[in-house]
């Protein structure tokens, strides 16, 4: 790979650029500028030539060495044009232009006289839709402000960002001019001043910056950011620090006044040294070099040089800033003033300079522009020039005297260690600095543009290098731009040849910048990625600006010119390989002829696995480029070339071979017979029919269309690329598969032995051929049985052909030397046949772990009766613990598969539980006993499968288990009908029944109903809105016939997830003293208030349970658990009913307490009654709520203080008084619902809780009695009123609602009929009396048909005693009643 020109961006508008700056003046011609310089070179032609012959350099080889290839950079300048001025392009105006471009290129600066043009970065989409980055204008103007002064030098400073999320982007980019008068002034992107400075009455020559650099070497100083200003006598440097803080500062009171409209405040003093440089003629250029220190040596040679023998020397040479001059009287200058302290130098220079050292000037400008003042007072300073600070004298140290030459510009490089200087003679010399002499020179470059470009090391270049751990390395090259020959070349450093040269133009401007951003430090810069151009070129006649790109191994001196020709080679091979257009044949030529010119041994194996690891390269292209690679390898001697080498090519070439004898035998037709494997596949038909049935079903479920991707299919060719990825040659000429993922191991399987399970390839052929390869039997036993559980639709639809097909390789492999062990003894365990056992056990396959159980089965059996045969000579069949694992293994897969058809059951839409889960026997045996009972579980919730329902097929499989004859039939004539809805209830219900006789222990009623109750309450934690799923936990739990579990459920339930949200919502009532809104409910319980309701409804049940399953656990014995013999050996987490059963007995008191607790809040909560539940309670109550329940409490006793006596008493009538409002709209003979506010149960556990409340329970029957016939319910409290014990209280309490109502109806009406008005006129003076002291308006439902009415009246004469005081005035109300029925 060689140098090369990359185009990164281009300038748009650049005719409108040139027309503004040269508005009042016509371009000069080329020619005459040219002929002008002509004639004065000739002045010192004879000097020239002379110094030629002296410095001059060979050469001769530089068109031959490095000019031979076509560069497609060198042609470039035939582009597009952006001008369509032709007469303008031709002119070389950009010379005459000052032009300086961001690092980071994303502002350009074009500055002629005053006026001066801005081009900040832009995006755009080009035709081919590619994006690409643009220059155009941002702003122009004039810059200039006093009158006559002119543009000299101007830079671009991009400033670091202080944000954290910063990535090494500048904030800003300032603009620093210097004009003629003097005058410093700073700019935003946007032509803001932001700050103007006289430091010096002479004209700005040059600004230059320095900015951090993150040392490479320990030992290197670590320089500090600066900004120097060169005078025709005087350097002014400026603290990057404080100047970084100033216009930061600056730029921020500039947005505020302009956004507030107000006067911007001058901005603080800034900071800066000022040094008159002495004992030059003529100084046009400087670097600032930075801090350096001399050495112990240097510092001892000039102490006893300057004070002899008896010269003291300090301990700690001083620090010295060291600023480089050129131009003329000497040459070049070296200039050092020490830092931090008046220390005289140890030499005559420093001797003389000394005294004045100490007075270096740290000040601050005097003159600020005035930015506040009326427009007098700037007036006034506009005529009166600032005060300018004198400078402090600096002697030179040394130079380079040459009278008759001068300097022109200097270059400092980026490690501040060289210096490239240019002449009027047409010469670039090198500096080396730390020396102060003189290295390099070239002739022939008058009017050049140097810059400097430093590459660091490819990740590559050492990779099998000693010195592979070392810090990278970075190299230097120095770029020379020769616009009068129109030639850019790269130099290597310090003595390298020219490693680069392109045709660029005569008009083109080399822009090196020489500093990064701004305000960067060895914190901040910790993790930046600093986005920066080194070198940009650009030509005026096109708009592009282009960067130079250096490759690190152009670098390496000549012992390595091999190696750099090796790794260009590399390139170019990458290069061929990425190429889309190339033919099969010149890719194999191109290829074979680069690794064959390839000498380094380590680089040949690079390129040789880039070549073999490349996707699109044919498998007969690499096996000719191998060959003809082994060939020349074996003809070089041994000791020319590394081992590793030849052993590799030799690898991948029996590899390759190997790749291609597969592929040729799966085109191959399958023509061998396989009559020697028939006798150990009898009996497979056999099995195949008895699991068919179930087989098939499983195939139906399984058989859902899904979506893939077509490179993902496993019937698309494996490329060679991937097969040899996977291979690896051993010492001893074996093969070994690397396993990596999954899938990759599955297409290589699949790759091996698809086509034998299919028929299309001869089985034994490949197994021998794969035999001689050296691969181990295992490993291609591993690759057979992936490939077979992964096709397993594939082999389902035709089972029977490829069960055969699948045990002829299976023996085929078994045959192999290494697989079954010779000295193997029946009676243990085969190591090989244990491998498929454990496959098949781990695959979540069911269907093709079980056919390929059978077949192995059967293989082993033929196996291990030959070796019988072999030994006994005897007609007993052999038994061995070998074919007892695999009856246990078949059993085990069988049960699988029923599950795992059971549980594919697609659920129905809209219900939750996600996708179907996967098993295996191995999960089924680490799940412990109840993994069988937790994965049907799980499945009954994502049916949605009511409990009743699910009651009800299991008491079909208790029933249809006295006849298994008849359920085998059924079985078979399941599997021989077609079926075709998969969602049948029926045929659902028929499967689950059959898991459930596959596992009569592991998935008893009671453990099954345990396992759905668990699932329920744990998917109802994780979503307490549903309460749904905590009910139907509940009808599950109370399913479990057997009470200990019962028990045992109901702890662990309360436990785990039910008293912590209990006592919530009982702390949250207690709290608001009433029914809680719903976003408190959320708030606190975590639920809404009707998801409340439920849940309290749910505790109720569930304590009733607890306490009723408590008394039943005396009479009942524990039940005794136990798991099928072939799922005997689970191990995992013990099972929901054992630790059910080891759950403690609980305390029947206590769970009572709470009973009632959670019975007054479901109240409270259903009909919105204010109370405050845990208040009805005294000390003791409130004390043992929310304890363990199997603990032993003090609870209430004896009577209970009248005032909570009452306080319960009113609660339980407002709950009765709200649920006669809820039934308001129920009919008298309509029956009432079991659920809800209108549930026929609230009056009776009213009385119960009254009885357990200690309130008088006929007090609660006479108040319900009363609410209803208060309703217009007189049926229903007709059949209430037969429950109450006092009923002369009752007939009083009547006799008032009786004359409420019929005072309604005389007095109230407002459709009073005149029989109505006679009958108030004949009634006695007392009862008219008493029925205006009536008030109707207590009645709820005053309108009640009269029949009713006179009925209860009736009631009343039948209830009250004659004696009664009030028995006269109801028989008065009754004749009034009949009267006005009657009439």
């Known amino acids: 790979m060689s140098c090369s020109l990359l185009e990164f961006c281009r300038l748009q508008e650049f005719k409108t650029v040139r027309d503004f700056l040269f508005q009042s003046q016509k371009i000069e011609p080329v020619e005459n500028k040219n002929q002008t310089d002509a004639s004065s070179r000739g002045v010192d032609r004879h000097e020239e030539r002379q110094v030629d012959n002296e410095l001059s350099w060979d050469t001769s080889d530089w068109e031959s060495a490095w000019d031979n290839g076509d560069n497609p950079e060198e042609n470039s300048t035939s582009a597009t044009t952006v001008e369509e001025d032709a007469a303008g392009q031709g002119q070389p105006w950009l010379q005459d232009c000052v032009v300086s471009l961001s690092p980071c290129s994303d502002l350009l600066v074009v500055a002629r006289d005053q006026k001066a043009v801005f081009l900040s970065a832009k995006w755009r989409t080009d035709d081919s839709g590619r994006e690409e980055m643009t220059l155009a204008v941002s702003w122009s103007g004039i810059l200039g402000t006093e009158e006559g002064e002119c543009i000299t030098s101007a830079i671009s400073i991009p400033l670091a960002s202080q944000k954290r999320s910063s ?43 320095r900015t951090y650099e993150i040392p490479r070497h320990p030992g290197v100083t670590e320089q500090h950011e600066e900004m120097s200003i060169l005078y025709p006598a005087a350097l002014v440097t400026i603290d990057g620090f404080s100047l970084f803080q100033s216009l930061r500062a600056c730029r921020n009171q500039v947005a505020r006044a302009t956004a507030a409209g107000s006067d911007v405040v001058p901005p603080p003093p800034l900071a800066y040294k000022k040094w008159g440089l002495q004992e030059m003629d003529t100084i046009v250029d400087h670097s600032s070099v930075g801090i350096m220190t001399l050495c112990v040596f240097d510092q001892m040679k000039n102490a006893s040089i300057l004070g002899g023998f008896n010269a003291s020397v300090k301990g700690s040479p001083p620090a010295m800033s060291q600023y480089i001059t050129v131009g003329a009287g000497p040459y070049t200058g070296f200039y050092y003033a020490v830092e931090g302290s008046s220390q005289p130098l140890l030499s005559h220079v420093a001797l003389a300079v000394a005294s004045k050292l100490t007075s270096a000037l740290f000040s601050a400008a005097s003159g600020w522009l005035g930015w506040n003042k009326n427009k007098n007072e700037e007036e006034v300073a506009q005529k009166q020039k600032p005060k300018v600070e004198p400078a402090t004298p600096l002697g030179i140290r040394f130079g380079l005297p040459d009278s008759r030459r001068h300097g022109e510009a200097i270059c400092l490089s980026p490690c501040n260690t060289l210096a490239g200087v240019t002449d009027d003679f047409g010469r670039v010399t090198l500096l080396d600095l730390a020396r102060g002499i003189a290295i390099r020179m070239w002739k022939g470059y008058r009017d050049a543009q140097l810059g400097w470009l430093q590459v660091q090391e490819e990740r590559g270049d050492r990779e099998y290098s000693p010195s592979a751990s070392l810090p990278k390395r970075h190299a230097l090259f120095l770029i020379i731009y020769a616009p009068r020959r129109g030639i850019l070349e790269v130099w290597a450093m310090q003595r390298g040849p020219r490693v680069g040269a392109f045709t660029v133009g005569k008009h083109c401007k080399l822009l090196y910048a020489g500093y990064r951003l701004m305000g960067v430090n060895s914190v901040t810069s910790q993790g930046w990625q600093l986005h920066t151009q080194q070198v940009c070129l650009l030509d005026p006649t096109t708009g592009a600006l282009r960067t130079v790109n250096i490759p690190f191994h152009l670098a390496l001196s000549d012992k390595k010119s091999e190696r750099a020709k090796d790794m260009h080679l590399v390139k170019k091979l990458s290069a061929i390989l990425k190429s889309r257009d190339v033919d099969p044949e010149t890719l194999e030529n191109e290829a074979r002829n680069v690794l064959l010119d390839i000498k380094h041994p380590a680089i040949k194996k690079q390129a040789l696995e880039s070549l073999l690891s490349h996707k699109n390269t044919p498998v007969s292209c690499l096996t000719n480029i191998m060959c003809a690679l082994n060939d020349t390898l074996k003809e070089q001697a041994a000791d020319e070339m590394d081992a590793s080498l030849p052993q590799l090519c030799s690898s991948q070439l029996k590899l390759l071979r190997l790749y291609t004898d597969i592929q040729q035998l799966q085109s191959a037709a399958d023509t061998e017979t396989c009559a020697e494997n028939q006798d150990s596949l009898e009996g497979i038909e056999d099995e195949l029919s008895r699991v068919g049935p179930i087989l098939q079903r499983y195939a139906q479920l399984t058989s859902k269309p899904s979506v893939s991707f077509a490179q993902d299919s496993p019937d698309s060719p494996l490329p060679v690329q991937a097969f040899l990825s996977q291979m690896e040659c051993t010492e001893d000429g074996k093969v070994k598969v690397i396993r990596r993922s999954e899938t990759e191991w599955n297409q290589l399987g699949n790759f091996m032995f698809w086509g034998c399970l299919c028929g299309r390839s001869p089985p034994h052929k490949v197994c021998d051929t794969l035999q001689q390869a050296g691969i181990s039997p295992q490993q291609l036993l591993s690759l057979l049985l992936s490939v077979w559980l992964q096709r397993e639709k594939e082999t389902l639809t035709k089972p029977a052909e490829t069960v055969r097909h699948l045990h002829t390789l299976l023996v085929a492999l078994s045959n192999i030397k290494g697989a079954v062990e010779e000295s193997w003894d029946p009676q243990s ?517 009269l029949p009713q009415t006179s009925r209860l009246v009736s009631r009343l004469v039948e209830m009250l005693p004659e004696n009664h005081a009030q028995y006269s005035l109801a028989l008065h109300l009754l004749e009034a009643v009949d009267v006005l029925a009657t009439d």
């Open 829 to 1345: 365990i085969s190591p090989w046949w244990q491998q498929v056992r454990s496959t098949c056990v781990q695959s979540h396959n069911a269907a093709a772990a079980l056919l390929a159980a059978l077949v192995a089965h059967r293989a082993a059996k033929a196996s291990i009766t030959s070796r019988a045969d072999s030994k006994l000579q005897s007609e007993w069949e052999a038994v061995s613990l070998e074919l007892e694992q695999w009856v246990v293994c078949v059993r085990q897969l069988e049960d699988v598969l029923v599950l795992q058809t059971l549980l594919l059951v697609s659920s129905p839409q809209g219900t939750a539980g996600g996708a179907a889960a996967q098993c295996s026997t191995k999960i089924l045996l680490e799940g412990g006993t109840g993994g069988i009972a937790d994965s049907v579980s799980k499945w009954v919730f994502r049916q949605n499968m009511v409990p009743e329902r699910l009651k009800e097929i299991l008491h079909k499989k208790e029933v249809s288990e006295d006849s298994e004859d008849k359920q085998e039939q059924r079985e078979g004539g399941e599997g021989n009908e077609e079926k075709k809805n998969e969602g049948d209830p029926d045929k659902t219900a028929e499967l689950l029944v059959a898991v459930c006789q596959r596992f009569p222990h592991s998935l008893s009623p009671d453990l099954l109903f345990a396992h759905c109750c668990w699932e329920y309450v744990v998917q109802w934690n994780k979503d307490p809105e549903e309460s749904r799923y905590l009910s139907l936990a509940v009808e599950h739990l109370k399913l479990i016939s057997s009470p200990h579990i019962q028990l045992g459920i109901s702890t662990m339930m309360w436990n785990t997830f039910i008293v912590k949200r209990f006592s919530a919502a009982a702390f949250l009532m207690e709290k608001v003293g009433k029914a809680p809104k719903d976003r408190l409910c959320r708030r606190d319980v975590g639920m809404g208030d009707k998801a409340m309701t439920s849940f309290l409804s749910c505790c109720v049940q569930l304590l009733q349970i607890l306490m009723e399953a408590d008394s039943a656990t005396e009479e009942v014995p524990a039940p005794e658990l136990s798991v099928e013999e072939a799922w005997s050996g689970a191990e995992g987490p013990a099972s929901i009913a054992e630790l059910a059963l080891e759950q403690r007995g609980i305390h029947y008191p206590l769970v009572q307490h709470h009973c009632l607790l959670a019975s007054l809040l479901h109240a409270a909560m259903s009909f919105s009654v204010k109370v405050k539940p845990l208040s009805l309670f005294d000390s003791k109550g409130k004390n043992a709520f929310f304890r363990d329940l199997t603990t032993i409490q003090l609870m209430p006793s004896g009577d209970m203080d009248p005032s909570l006596v009452s306080m319960r008493q009113e609660f339980l009538l407002r709950v009765l008084t709200g649920w006669v409002q809820a039934i308001d709209d129920a009919p008298n003979s309509t029956p009432l619902p079991s659920t809800g506010p209108k549930a026929n149960w609230w009056p009776s556990l009213c009385l119960e809780l009254g009885t357990l409340l200690q309130v008088n329970p006929d007090i609660l029957q006479r108040h319900l009695v009363c609410e209803l016939y208060n309703q217009g319910l007189d049926l229903r409290a007709e059949e209430m009123m037969l429950e109450v014990q006092d009923k002369d209280v009752l007939g009083s309490q009547l006799l008032v609602l009786t004359g409420q109502r019929l005072s309604y109806s005389l007095l109230h009406s407002q459709s009073q009929t005149q029989a109505a008005m006679e009958l108030l006129a004949r009634l006695p003076p007392t009862l008219c009396t008493w029925l205006k002291a009536m008030d109707p308006s207590e009645l709820r439902c005053p309108l009640v048909p």
């Open 167 to 209: 990535t090494g982007r500048p904030d800003w980019t300032c603009v620093v001019v210097g004009f003629t008068s003097g005058y410093v002034r700073f700019y935003t992107e946007s032509g803001v001043l932001l700050l103007a400075q006289l430091l010096h009455e002479d004209p700005v020559l040059r600004l230059k910056c």
